[in-house]
């Protein structure tokens, strides 16, 4: 029953301030201890989530992060898709180099983000925009 | 709108305020809020004043030219001074709406007989009131945005207290996200704290911050780095053991910084580096 009302949970939250950063983590966390997501995962998810919003705010202008609670067979985990309508992002496999960045932060947004969740998909068109998907298992 | 009509409004201007007032009294219980009657006779007879003056066949059709400023200023200032003097939205919108029925009460007295001219007059007027009322909304919202962003710059000053532990020694506990607008406030705070106090050792206690990205640990580096530059030391204390795994998992390299999972280990360290030592007093035995 428990699993049957976490997987109604599919919501969008816009990205535009960096106040709506603090709203999106906050939002994660709730629904990643809604379902009983351990400590550790809870914090590699919200911390993946704070990497990739904030790419999508500084470099893509914002954009929307789709949540989504997924259950597929046993397992049951949490889907963040990031949309932006930005500029793109020109050469992925660089940008997915530890330390690499074309703004003056660390360079490890995008990688870092990667290892943290245990999907990680990236899609980005030159001049339409860039869509981020993690899933992170309950369990994972 | 023809220019006639707009003639017609500015000649019957006392009119409209006379419904206008009466329209204000039917509708809300204003009572409570304006001092007198007299003020909000004067505030309601400038207002009609202003919005008669300006209004013309150009600016009626569009409600951004060059030319409204005079207005759009002073609906701005009208809906600050009405929220600040307690109204609710809701009493500022009537109010401004009640003014349309008064305008086009008077338009449908005086204007003639053609049904089609006095539509599109009432239309067109109709229209330039909503975009008076949208322009006091949005200036509202505004308001309330200016006073949330004060209150956090506010929080941000209260939330990162700077703390003489000992003598030579500064702590710093950071509850909620470090952004880059607290880390500034953080960093300003700690450096003019060791420069006061003549501390050489600073603890920065992260056991209240949600969550550590790669821009929280640059933002740490950072000030880690600066309270070097001063001839201090500093020591980041409250890694909890979840906070760890993910900075390894992230890539992000802490190992040129002293960081403690207590503040309690942290403090010991900074006893140990100033040569202090905290002991148990043993009683004397002969006593």
Known sequence: MITLLMAMIRESLAI???RDLVYCRNRVKEVA?????GI???????????????????YGGGGIVRLEVIIRGKQEGIQLVFEDKGPGIADIQKAMQDGFTT???LGMGLPGAKRLVNEFAIQSTLGQGTTVKILKWKNG | MGTELFEILRKNKEKVLQLWLQAQQTETEFSNNFNTADEL?????????LLLSTIDESNIQDFSPPGLESLTDYISSLTISRARQGFSPRETATYIFTLKDALLQVLSEQAGTDPMQLYKASMQLSKFVDNIGILSFETFITGREDVISQQSDEMAELSTPVIRVWNGILAMPIIGTLDSARTQVVMENLLQGIVDTGSSIAILDISGVPAVDSLVAQHLIK???????MGAECIISGIRPEIAQTVVHLGIDLSQMITKATLE???????????????????????
């Open chain 1, 16 to 18: 535009q301030h960096e």
């Open chain 1, 33 to 37: 201890v809604k379902m009983g997501m």
């Open chain 1, 40 to 58: 550790v995962n809870q914090t590699k998810l919200i911390t993946a989530t704070s990497e990739i919003a904030r790419n999508m705010l500084i």
């Open chain 1, 103 to 105: 703004g003056r932060t």
């Open chain 2, 41 to 49: 006779r004067a505030q309601s007879a400038e207002f009609v004043d």
């Open chain 2, 223 to 229: 000030t880690v780095n600066a309270t070097r530059l």
């Open chain 2, 265 to 287: 280990s942290a403090l010991k360290f900074a006893f140990n580096s100033l040569q202090l030592e905290v002991r148990r007093i043993q009683k004397d035995k002969a006593n």
